[in-house]
């Protein structure tokens, strides 16, 4: 069947289109079994095996036909609408919960098609996508086809007429931004930051929304996710407009200044290198005035105390090129945080002194301990708990000045000799089966010969 309707022309009369669609329907539409690992950790694609459909060389074949179907120069969507309509696409939505890849390979090419060609079920397939997203937000967190979905919407939101629609602009505030809070995001950060992007590019006036929302969901304790944000957010920086980058500029590197200060290198790391971007340093420049202050507190103090060689190398980069911008913004910067250093120096030993004069009444209170309190934690815990901070001397500034001069190009010498380090998979035994599976099925477009459809 697949092969004559390939190969020969007006096989698809008006009696076949009932019989193919309910064909279709008898064969794939079922209830899915239940997941493998419903309350589990997240899946990883890189260490977990997917579990495969059992039934698949069969389901395989109906996939293939009704692939072709579609695809076929006979195809009419007015006789196929009649038989696929609202209940034929919510029931395909439900299997995109499927746990087999190849199966959702399938679906996301039928669905790709079907939006294509229906002009009428458009809104109503956006619209049941939007609901599998919200439920997965806020309800189940899991949804093995969240990927597949996203990629189908990057092809639609790339064919959006301009200027967008404001159903369009709520879809990108509420619900691919909080698409970012969900713990699984790495399964499919890629298709939702080139959904993002996409946006962007259609209308650049969404840009402080959109980083103002990254913001928001912004990672606090996981790191791989942070750096996930950080490769986004370059990707948005890539496409900004100057004057849309300047609503934001603040915010933004009040974040990377807290990144640039983490104790995991990997996001140090990921944030120094925006230094290394064309487009993002012509914007630093334009505005360092209100950059700089911001940045050079983080980069001085960790230019000093990270304990990770490589980013040493990296922030002295970062500071030869805010020197080399503007030599005298510098210099003030350099001046207002010895200034500020020294204030909080002024402070702690102010307060170091008033609980000094309280200790001294207490120990005038008739009703003092015969136990000394001091005798359990040595001289007043002065000496042992002390908080004042180290404030840069003049000679630490020049020091400085001459140290990022050559730790800056050294620094870019080492980044490039050393290994860059990795989290080293877990060695598991593998099923074998699964992989020879993977590696034998072919792509769903590998089938099709039409061209694509222009949405």
Request: glycine share 2%; charged share 25%; with cysteine.
């Amino acid at each position: 069947m697949v092969e004559y309707i390939t190969h020969n022309s007006d096989v698809l009369t008006e009696a076949i289109y009932p019989e193919a669609v309910i064909m279709f329907s008898m064969n794939l539409f079922r209830t899915l079994p239940p997941s493998s690992n419903p309350t589990g950790a997240e899946f990883d694609p890189e260490e977990d095996e997917p579990t495969l459909e059992a039934a698949w060389p069969h389901l395989q074949l109906v996939y293939e036909f009704f692939l072709r179907f579609l695809e076929s120069p006979d195809f009419q969507p007015n006789i196929a609408k009649k038989y696929i309509d609202q209940k034929f696409v919510l029931s395909l939505l439900e299997l995109f919960d499927s746990e087999d890849p190849r199966e959702r390979d399938f679906l996301k090419t039928i669905l790709h098609r079907i939006y294509g060609k229906f002009l009428g079920l458009r809104a109503y397939i956006r619209r049941q996508i939007n609901n599998i997203f919200y439920r997965f937000i806020y309800e189940t967190e899991h949804h093995n086809g969240i990927a597949e979905l996203l990629e189908i919407l990057g092809s639609i939101i790339n064919g959006f007429a301009l200027p967008l629609k404001e159903e369009h602009k709520m879809f990108l505030i509420r619900v691919l931004l909080p698409l970012h809070k969900v713990k699984s995001l790495s399964v499919y950060h890629p298709q939702l930051a080139y959904c993002v992007v996409q946006f962007l590019e259609k209308d650049s006036s969404l840009t402080e929304p959109v980083i103002m929302g990254l913001l928001k969901f912004w990672p606090k304790t996981h790191s791989p996710k942070e750096v996930m944000f950080l490769n986004e957010l370059e990707e948005i920086l890539d496409v900004i407009e100057p004057s849309e980058f300047v609503k934001v500029q603040e915010p933004l590197f009040r974040q990377l200044a807290k990144c640039v200060s983490s104790p995991h290198f990997q996001v140090a790391e990921r944030a120094l290198y925006y230094w290394n971007n064309e487009y993002i340093m012509s914007l630093i420049s334009d505005n360092a005035a209100k950059i700089l202050p911001i940045m050079f507190p983080a980069l001085y103090k960790n230019s000093k105390s990270h304990w990770n060689k490589t980013i040493h190398g990296l922030i002295y980069n970062a500071l030869k090129l805010f020197m080399e911008m503007n030599q005298k913004l510098f210099d003030d910067c350099t001046q207002q945080y010895k200034a500020e250093k020294q204030r909080e120096k002024y402070k702690l030993k102010e307060r170091d002194e008033i609980w000094q004069k309280i200790e001294v009444l207490a120990q005038q209170n008739p009703q003092v301990f015969t136990i000394n309190f001091f005798m359990l934690f040595g001289d007043g815990g002065v000496g042992v708990f002390s908080m004042e901070t180290e404030t840069p001397t003049a000679e630490d500034i020049q020091l400085l000045k001459k140290t990022v001069e050559s730790e800056a190009s050294q620094g870019l010498k080492d980044l490039k000799k050393d290994k860059v380090l990795m989290r080293r998979k877990s060695e598991l035994p593998q099923d074998v089966y699964t992989i020879k599976a993977l590696e034998a099925h072919k792509r769903a477009e590998e089938y099709l010969t039409a061209n694509q459809e222009a949405l």
